[in-house]
């Protein structure tokens, strides 16, 4: 049953003339009242209530209905008792404590549930360590401070402090964040590496051979390199090369450079690959690697970075993390929900896997059907579409208008992917999604898409820029299933997509694999 919206709440409708967040500041934004899975009840600034299907929100939740209840469920009794204590007058267990006064209690419990992730071998040999955020960009300031500390300390030599950021790259609000945006002011302290982009063909000799250039010129003077093993909204969840990547950080550390990748937002096992981070999937090895986003299940803010190597060096010298601040780490509550939620992801990593290969023909026929209007690319839980440069898309002000016409359908069709400023959406659901809305989703986004290319006039180009065109969805058939009792009470009509391969031999019937999508009772 959804909740009707509060008089509270309706009234507010008016007042986010003063309001300047994501989006235009002093317009109206609506208001989501309620949440199922991608579900979403939005109150619309008109005071319409509409159903959306929320996929995108870039990668901040995980969990959802009663595996997100399982994360909470320590922390909310936790509070209860809070709560009963203050209302006594007695003493109380913190919510939160500042950081100059000491740490919450649960902050041993999360270091030590964390560890059992880390993408390093031989973890007991190394002198490791956590900073504990609250969002990606400040996780992304303490790795290249703990870096560059370290590194100074172990060398003596103060003069390698620049970072190094991919050509197209974001770690965080580009006005004051590392990254290649730089809207407000030069960001003298950072400079740029050649990096392979989404929709264009990769000579990896060519990339190698100027990035070597690059390191030949600017080597000394770096510290740290920052990667994103996936590239966020940047490039709309466009995967590096796995070989090409190992080969950039292979370089660096050669050179003495620190690498640090941040995962905040294809970690947490989103990518596909069976763990925690991708860095422990293909045995990257970087010096740090970042985590957040979902990681406390998107209730409450928490991210971090961990140094490989390091700690008994600031412990030598009195150091720690300089980016540090009140609510850093701070929080029982967000620390409770991210042990419990480190110790709860495992049991889905091989369900990611699975809706991984069912995002893949989804997206591939979205690149399809758009007849190069898109780019379609990602992997595990964490996909994406770039509208492409060819054709009447090569024009900055067609691309530009195709983007906001696929966003007005995207609305009207009740589906929110991730629209990121490169000129595309993402899509990142909740990791416990069944297959049924799996393909739901798809069924809109090729529905918006359409619709664009109707409005737009475009016409297909001779070149087409799908790599697998083995597969193609056919006409939607109702089947009814019986799933756990551990995560649905009831029947549920499965609305999927029968898909066949380019010859007709086999019918891939989902029902027959919907095991592949759900951990084991317990």
Not at 284 to 290: H, K, Q, R, Y
Request: with cysteine; hydrophobic share 40%; proline share 5%.
């Amino acid at each position: 049953m959804t909740p009707a919206p509060t008089r509270s709440v309706v009234s507010k409708l008016d007042e986010h003339s003063n309001y300047a967040g994501r989006g235009v500041a002093g317009q109206g934004k609506p208001i989501t009242i309620a949440k199922n899975g991608v579900r979403h009840i939005r109150l619309m600034p008109s005071g319409e209530k509409k159903e959306v299907l929320s996929v995108g929100l870039a990668c901040s939740e995980c969990l959802s209905g009663p595996q997100l209840a399982k994360v909470l469920k320590r922390g909310f009794e936790y509070e209860q008792q809070v709560m009963m204590d203050l209302m006594a007058g007695n003493y109380a267990a913190p919510l939160s404590i500042h950081t100059s006064s000491g740490v919450p209690e649960a902050t041993s419990e999360f270091i030590d549930a964390l560890k059992q992730h880390l993408p390093w071998d031989n973890i007991h040999t190394l002198d490791w360590c956590v900073s504990l955020q609250l969002e990606g960009a400040s996780a992304v300031w303490a790795a290249i401070d703990m870096l560059l500390q370290e590194q100074i300390l172990a060398t003596g030599d103060k003069n390698r402090k620049m970072v190094a950021v991919g050509t197209t790259s974001y770690h965080g609000p580009p006005s004051t964040s590392f990254g290649s945006k730089s809207p407000m002011w030069a960001k003298n302290y950072q400079i740029k590496y050649p990096t392979p982009e989404a929709g264009k063909s990769i000579d990896e000799i060519q990339l190698l051979s100027q990035y070597e250039a690059f390191l030949d010129q600017y080597a000394n003077d770096i510290g740290v390199l920052l990667v994103e093993p996936q590239w966020g909204s940047s490039q709309a969840a466009f995967p590096w090369p796995k070989e090409l990547l190992k080969k950039y950080i292979t370089m660096a550390q050669d050179r003495g450079i620190k690498v640090c990748a941040d995962e905040i937002m294809c970690g947490l096992g989103r990518h596909g690959h069976g763990t925690l981070f991708v860095s422990k999937a293909w045995d990257l090895s970087p010096d740090a690697v970042t985590f957040g986003k979902a990681i406390a299940g998107g209730a409450y803010p928490l991210s971090g970075a961990i140094m490989k190597r390091g700690r008994d060096m600031l412990t030598k010298h009195g150091r720690s993390a300089m980016q540090s601040h009140t609510f850093a780490g701070a929080s029982q509550r967000a620390l409770m929900a991210g042990t419990d939620v480190l110790n709860e992801l495992p049991k889905w990593l091989p369900s990611i896997t699975k809706l991984g290969e069912e995002m893949r023909h989804i997206f591939s026929y979205l690149e399809k059907i758009s007849k190069g209007m898109l780019i379609c690319h990602g992997q595990g839980l964490m996909w994406g579409g770039l509208f492409s440069k060819v054709g009447k898309s090569a024009s900055d002000d067609y691309r530009a208008d195709a983007f906001n016409c696929f966003m007005k359908h995207a609305e009207d069709v009740g589906v929110l992917p991730y629209f990121v400023p490169a000129g595309g959406f993402m899509v990142t659901p909740v990791v416990d999604i069944d297959v049924s809305t799996v393909y739901e989703i798809g069924e809109k986004l090729a529905e918006a898409v359409e619709r664009t290319m109707a409005d737009m006039d475009w016409k297909a180009q001779s070149k087409c820029t799908v790599e697998d065109d083995s597969l193609f969805l056919k006409e939607m058939s109702e089947i009814e299933v019986k799933c756990l009792p551990s995560l649905h009470a009831t029947k549920f009509a499965l609305h999927v997509p029968a898909l066949y391969v380019k010859t007709g031999a086999d019918v891939l019937s989902p029902p027959n694999r919907l095991a592949d999508f759900i951990p084991s009772a317990e």
